[in-house]
């Protein structure tokens, strides 16, 4: 995961109050078997509208999502959050957060900032008045500049730390690869391994056919 | 410290206690791979350049998508044949052993790990599937996984993983005849709720677990999730040890002595804690089946379609009332009037040779009821081999019942195997939930001896309501072990090389 500390982007400000996760990215996407390449199921439904802020020239290479409250309820899916990365996204602004999107972006890499309400109000007016303004998001600081104004938002020092040192769970984990070998060294004889392969003999299985 | 099997379990794992709120880091034994949720998990090792830990503690199946027809022709299905096909490349590039469809250890992943006997006691075992509780079965502290911890685990091995409430099942008394341990566990959920189980491993104790053979518990334990739960566990015991003896992965010579006297170290202490208990009298059941569109919504066969108005609590009269409008069931119909299009048996529940040989039993000598489809579909492909090895397959295609390859097949219609809307089944599986076997398909869950009970007379019906021989003897299915699925006539087992490259140990970063 790359390590974040500072993103300066344009900002995209989507003013929609509870936005979930199957506007995010509906679930035909699902089928999929790739983790990558969502970039066109991002607000898929959203996106054959002309007036849509995506679709909007100043808008389309966006990188800081301004959103309402209640983003990401919904279902638990990952997607969610790979959609909005593929598509460019580094970070999210809200005034709430559903609590299992916000875990799956502090695990993924995208930040999702609190905002308060009013922040949020002042951002999208200087979005809206000069689209395509660039925001910068500090993480260090925990605050985001649009112009002349600086706003700051909340992140628990957790995932803050995670983020700036660019670990995700696996990460975290193999920074004890040493206490991992060293209980595999204690690990009983009899306990199982898959390899060797051992079965019984291989058997030609007869296709069933329709009746 | 007096401790519950769990607990012992999640002890003998810790390769790191957690501080200060943060999880505790768990070791996995046994990790079980298949295609529908691995994909992405792989994809991600990919993208950052690791490796699969330990391929020696991993396995896959391809059971999800696989047809249970023709077989050896190209998958028709476009998605399904590419979350086939993406298993297969993967398993090939991280060196993961892989037993594909035309194989003869090919089958649902919660089969395939008891009969190669690489399920055992005391492991924990995870796959990225809710019935992974399956292989609590066997004393294991077995549970279901989302795809992002798939790649954990293939990654570094462990978990991180806050700890399980612990809930004691206790069922007294010993079964009627007819009842199976899968009226068991439909009672318990009935009686618990979908939800009841929630945040706990549920532990099955009691005279008539104890009675019930190795498969017959695998059904109890499959069914924990059913009741919310992360994991169900049965404390191993003689008929554990009887089942695992001589299976291709059990422990050998001095291993498995060392291993027989751990596992019987694996039980509860008398004065262990538990969070929550549960009781239940096995004498007074009667085989169940369920009515709604949630494997809570349960009643003995003898009752009727429950009426609406008449339940008190305002939420749960909605649910009942939606569910039976989905169902197309009218209040205060006798359950056993309800018909039937379909018959179902198979799945990770209830598919595994005591339940065929069960179902022939019944069946034997039988014609199934005209406008009734029976499919009969092997939870893998030995069980398939066994099954005509004992020419159960015959019995069945005189019945009327069509006789399949090994997969999950109807329990979740994610092959060609599915209900047309509006039809109705009794399935042997676990889940009847809305458009689970297909959509708009209507489910009602049932025992493996309901299930041939009802192929014969069409509508939900008990094996007390046929005219059987007096010499057959059903209660034996789940009294006494009669598993043979691993030491069978089919030979010794044998090593084999498989053609896949395997990696080495990977370096860690
Ligand atoms: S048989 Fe059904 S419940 Fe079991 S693993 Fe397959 S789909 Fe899941």
Known sequence: MEKFTTHTGVGVPLRRSNVDTDQIIPAVYLKRVTRTGFEDALFAAWRGDSSFVLNQEAYSAGSVLVAGPDFGTGSSREHAVWALKDYGFRVVLSSRFADIFRGNSGKQGLVAGVVSPEDIEILWKILETKPGTEVTVDLEARTATADDVTVPFQIDDYTRWRLMEGLDDIGLTLQEADKITAFEETRASWRPKTLPARHLPAVEIEAARPV | ?509
């Open chain 2, 1 to 509: 410290m007096a401790g519950t099997l769990a607990e012992k379990v999640w002890e003998a794992h810790l390769v790191r206690r957690g501080e200060d709120g943060s999880p505790d880091l768990l070791y996995i034994d046994l990790h079980l791979v298949h295609e529908v949720t691995s994909p992405q998990a792989f994809e991600g090792l990919r993208l950052a350049g690791r490796q699969v830990r330990r391929p020696d503690l991993t396995i896959a199946t391809e059971d999800h998508n696989t047809p249970t027809l023709d077989i050896d022709r190209p998958i028709a299905d476009l998605t399904s044949r590419t979350q086939i096909d993406t298993l297969r490349a993967n398993a090939k590039e991280f060196g993961v052993r892989l037993h594909s469809l035309g194989d003869a250890d090919q089958g649902i992943v919660h089969q395939v790990g008891p009969q190669l006997g690489l399920t055992m006691p005391g492991l924990t075992v995870v796959c990225g599937d809710s019935h992974t509780s399956t292989h609590g079965a066997f004393g294991a502290l077995a549970f279901g996984i989302g795809t992002s911890e798939v790649e954990h685990v293939l990654a570094t091995q462990t978990l991180p993983l806050a700890p399980f409430k612990t809930m004691a099942i206790t069922v007294n008394g010993a079964l009627p005849a007819g009842a199976t341990s899968k009226d068991i566990i439909l009672a318990i959920i009935a009686k618990i709720g979908t939800g009841g189980g929630q945040g706990y491993v549920l532990e099955y104790r009691g005279e008539a677990i104890r009675a019930l053979s190795m498969e017959a518990r695998m059904t109890i334990c499959n069914m924990s999730i059913e009741a919310g739960a992360r994991a169900g566990m049965i404390a191993p015991d003689e008929t554990t040890f009887e089942y695992l003896k001589g299976r291709p992965h059990a422990p050998e010579g001095a291993d498995w002595d060392e291993a027989v006297e751990y596992w019987k170290t694996l039980r509860s202490d008398d004065d262990a804690q538990y969070d929550a208990e549960v009781v239940l009298e096995a004498t007074d059941l009667e085989p169940f089946v369920t009515w709604g569109t949630n494997p809570g919504q349960g009643l003995p066969l003898s009752a009727s379609v429950p009426v609406p108005a008449d339940i008190a609590d305002e939420g749960e009269r909605e649910t009942a009332a939606k569910a039976l409008e989905y169902m197309g069931l009218t209040a205060g119909t006798p359950l056993r009037d309800i018909k039937v299009d379909t018959v179902f048996i198979g799945s990770c529940t209830n598919g595994r040779i005591e339940d065929l040989r069960s179902v022939a039993k019944v069946v034997k000598g039988k014609e199934k009821a005209s406008d009734v489809r029976v499919l009969v579909v092997p939870s893998s492909a030995r069980v398939r081999l066994q099954a005509e090895a004992e020419g159960l397959d015959v019995i069945f295609k005189e019945f009327g019942a069509e006789w399949r390859n090994a997969g999950c097949s109807m329990c979740l219609g994610m092959n060609p195997d599915q209900l047309a809307p509006g039809e109705r089944s009794a399935s042997t599986s676990n889940r009847n939930f809305e458009g689970r076997q297909g959509k708009g398909g209507r489910t009602h869950l049932v025992s493996p001896l309901v299930a041939a009970a009802t192929a014969i007379r069409g509508t939900l019906s008990s094996v007390s309501d046929l005219d059987l021989p007096f010499d057959i003897d059903i209660t034996t299915f789940d009294g006494t072990p009669l598993d043979g699925v691993g030491a069978s006539p089919l030979g010794e087992s044998v090593v084999v090389d498989l053609p896949i490259p395997v990696a080495g140990q990977p370096a860690l970063r």
